[in-house]
Structures are given as C-alpha cells and as structure tokens.
C-alpha cells in the first residue's frame, strides 16, 4: 500500500544591511533556518527541496517539507 504525502512550504526572507560582512545574511539565516529544521523534524517533517530567490535588497528562503500524512 503506497502512503499518502503531505507537504508544507515555509519561506523565510532577509534583508541586506549597509555592512563590510559579505556574508551576513547567510550568517543570520543559518541560526534561523537549523530552528526550523528542528521544529519541524520533531513533527515527523523530513526537509525535501530548497530555493532562494534573491531581490537586490534580500533574499527569500524556500524550505519544502513532507511527512507520512497521519491518519
């Protein structure tokens, strides 16, 4: 019996800020995006699919997730 799936997205934005540190939104995002992970690992949640999107002035994070659907 094959299981049915159930999927949530959970988008995270960022934006840039006058500063010498290159990386300081993947350094804040990083913190942000392992607390998602966990949180939703604890629900049965395993992380399927990433995407970033950048504007200029930010960055959207995209996390997809699906678990077992439970019944």
């Known amino acids: 019996m094959k299981s049915v799936k159930e999927y949530k997205l959970e988008s995270l934005i960022y934006y840039s800020k006058l500063t010498l540190d290159k ?15 966990d949180e939703y690992s604890k629900d ?11 504007f200029g002035i ?5 996390l997809y997730f699906e678990r077992d659907r439970k019944y």
Do not use: C, N, P
């Open 44 to 54: 049965g949640w395993r992380l399927v699919s990433t995407d970033v999107e950048d």
């Open 23 to 37: 990386e300081h939104i993947l350094k804040a995002s990083s913190k942000d995006i392992q607390e998602k992970l």
């Open 58 to 62: 930010g960055m959207y994070f995209y």
